[in-house]
């Protein structure tokens, strides 16, 4: 298990350094997170636990056009009882808001969920970016990942992240209310 971690991650980094080569004046952002799963305490005899945590999450974004970002991310249950691994690809909306300090979004997406089966879920929820340099920002993220009943292996939950973006090219940032 820990191979395959070290291995995912390796391959995840080198594909990271390849698209800020290839896109310097794109939108590019990149983050590490903190993310969990909570379960209802029905589900969570079903899964093997009301919480499965994952640490770290990875995701890359790329700016589309007009508020609309596409995000995708990995992360693996490390350290915990249950086997939880997701593959997330989410399309969010920051309502033109993303030259702010402050980039709130809604989002919707979909998971495919590793755990006892091969699961998918559609995804929808909100979050917020602080960006306090032009270059990092913190990220906050809830999600509901909702799981069809005919899934027995995977259920419905919330899917919580908190964690640091990097952004690969040049944010020009509204000034704060202290710059100007």
Do not use: C
Not at 89 to 100: A, H, P
Not at 148 to 174: D, T
């Amino acid at each position: 298990m820990e191979k395959k971690i070290i291995i995912t991650a390796l391959f995840l980094f080198t594909f990271l350094l390849n698209v800020n080569a290839q896109n310097e004046g794109s939108k590019w952002t990149a983050g590490v997170s903190l993310a969990g799963a909570k379960y209802s305490f029905e589900d969570a005899k079903i899964v093997g636990g009301q919480l499965a945590y994952q640490s770290p999450r990875l995701n890359i974004s790329r700016y589309l056009f007009k508020g609309l970002t596409l995000d995708g991310a990995f992360a693996t249950a490390v350290g915990d009882n249950q086997k939880y691994t997701t593959f997330d690809g989410i399309l969010r909306y920051d309502f033109g808001t993303s030259v702010n300090n402050v980039v709130p979004y809604i989002l919707l997406g979909g998971s495919f969920i590793s755990a006892l089966k091969f699961t998918p879920t559609l995804n929808f929820g909100a979050g917020n970016t602080f960006w306090f340099t032009p270059k990092y920002g913190l990220n906050l993220q809830l999600m509901y990942k909702f799981s069809e009943s005919k899934f027995e292996s995977q259920k419905s939950h919330i899917y919580f992240s908190f964690g640091i973006v990097y952004s690969f090219g040049n944010r020009s940032l509204n000034p704060r209310l202290w710059e100007q």
